[in-house]
Every structure is written in structure tokens, then in C-alpha cells.
């Protein structure tokens, strides 16, 4: 399937593509292929998937940009194979591994990795321990991963998945969403976004962009990582919720900013 970008008359190829990750298992992603070679990595946040409607505009607007962009789903999620989890965060640090390796050495150059939510701790965690990606935007990611989970579980929920090895998280009508087993939720809770933040390298660029109204992170996570994070530019969207559900178009504007200030200015230090 192709489109027509509405600002050139640049054709987008789309083209479905499964890779493999380190398990075996299949990941499922789309590639918006424009006629550049630079590509930007898009990764979904929490039971979420490459559907989602900040993946989807964020995709579209940086096409219509010229910019090359994969978003796929991560194992366990959308399309991916794989067991859902609650934490696995460091599999998905390995999933978005295995893409860059799938479209490094070829005629791609992967110049971002973008994630919402839970993406933006994968990406800022895959920047802490790989540097090949120069510029690395973080929306809305949550700073302390011990936060959060009690509004999800419940006060007594260490007593309660120690007790049970498990704890089932319902819908309104009582049928089991998914399980959280306790030693994903103990990964969860021994991810120190501070320490991987302190080994981002220098030369990484990265952006946080976080919404002033964010109901689920509050926006005060985007400023620690701020104060730590060297190479760093952060962005409040005054009002806007962490769906970013009425500033799609400004969320994709200061996205897009981003990635050009870089393809025009290389390498340097944020102002």
C-alpha cells in the first residue's frame, strides 16, 4: 500500500515486516518508507501497540516530513508473539535492540528512537546501555518505576504477590485483564532510571516532551529527568493529558523540530 504525502509529492511505501527477536518470537511492525534513508524507531507504551493513535500521527507527520519511520509492536503486545507482562521492560530494551540491528548495516540510518509512556523508559533504558542511536525522545516516560502501582494494586500489594506469587488485575467486571507475576514485578521495581539516565552518553541528544496535565506520570517526572539526563531539551504541553488526546498536532510539531534541528545541525549541545 502507498499514500500520497499531502505537503510533496513524495509516495510513502508502507510494507508490513516481521523480525525475530533474541527469544524467537515475532515481532510485527510497519515501515513508512519515504525516499530518505533516515529512519525513526516508534515504540508503544503500556498494553498499548503500534495502533495506537500517537504512534499513527507521530508516523504521518513525520512522513510527510520525508522521515523514514518503523513503529511496531513489542512482544507480547498487538500483533507480536509472545506472553503479555506487566514489567519486561528490559525484554523490550531487547526488543527495540533487535530492530536496530534488523535495519542497521543496510540502507537505513536510524537517527531516532521515540517512545510514549513505558516506550519512553525502553528507549532511555536501551540509551543507557547501547549508543548508536543519536537522538532519543522520551513522552511522558515515568521517572520512578516504584511509583504508580499501588493506584494499579492496591496498598498492600508486595504482601499480596508474595503471598500468592501472583496478583490478577480486573476490569470493571471482574474478568482478568492480565496477570503480574512477582518476578515482573520485581524487575519493575529494581529499574533505577536515575542510574540508567547518568549513562546516557553526551553525545545522545534527548528529548522529554510531557503533558502539564498528564493524569497517569505527573509532569514533575519530566523535570527529574531533566536535572540529570546531560544532553537534554524538555518540553511541557501546557494542558495536555498523557494520551496527548487534544495535542496530537502539537506533540508532533515539537517531535518534529527535534529531529530536524539535528539532521541541520549535527552533532552539539541542546540550547
Do not use: W
Amino acid at each position: 500500500m502507498a499514500h500520497q504525502s499531502s505537503s510533496s509529492l513524495e509516495v510513502v511505501q508502507v510494507k508490513r515486516i516481521t523480525l525475530q527477536n533474541n527469544y524467537g518470537e515475532n515481532l510485527v511492525g510497519l515501515l513508512h518508507e519515504t525516499c530518505s534513508t533516515e529512519l525513526v524507531i516508534l515504540c508503544h507504551g503500556f498494553r498499548s501497540s503500534k495502533e495506537d493513535t500517537t504512534m499513527v500521527n507521530l508516523a504521518d507527520a513525520l512522513t510527510k516530513a520525508g522521515i523514514s519511520v518503523f513503529r511496531f509492536d513489542f512482544s507480547g503486545n498487538g500483533e507480536s508473539e509472545g506472553l503479555f507482562q506487566f514489567g519486561d521492560y528490559l525484554k523490550e530494551v531487547d526488543d527495540l535492540r533487535s530492530v536496530v540491528l534488523y535495519f542497521s548495516g543496510g540502507k537505513h540510518t536510524i537517527i531516532t528512537v521515540l517512545g510514549h509512556s513505558k516506550g519512553g523508559n525502553v528507549v532511555l533504558l536501551y540509551a543507557s546501555k547501547y549508543h548508536d542511536v543519536p537522538t532519543i525522545v522520551n513522552v511522558s516516560g515515568r521517572y520512578n518505576l516504584k511509583k504508580g502501582i499501588e493506584e494499579r494494586l492496591g496498598k498492600d500489594y508486595l504482601q499480596n504477590i508474595k503471598r500468592d506469587g501472583y496478583i490478577d488485575v480486573m476490569d470493571k467486571n471482574g474478568e482478568v485483564q492480565y496477570r503480574i507475576t512477582e518476578e515482573s514485578l520485581m524487575e519493575r521495581l529494581g529499574i533505577d532510571m536515575h542510574a540508567a539516565c547518568l549513562s546516557i552518553k553526551h553525545s545522545s541528544r534527548v528529548l522529554t516532551v510531557h503533558g502539564s496535565s498528564d493524569e497517569v506520570i505527573p509532569v514533575e517526572d519530566a523535570f527529574e529527568f531533566a536535572k540529570i539526563i546531560p544532553n537534554h531539551k524538555l518540553h511541557i504541553i501546557e494542558g495536555s493529558d498523557h494520551g496527548y488526546s487534544k495535542h496530537q498536532a502539537e506533540l508532533a510539531g515539537v517531535v518534529l523540530n527535534f529531529i530536524k534541528a539535528f539532521l541541520h545541525h549535527g552533532k552539539g549541545e541542546l540550547n
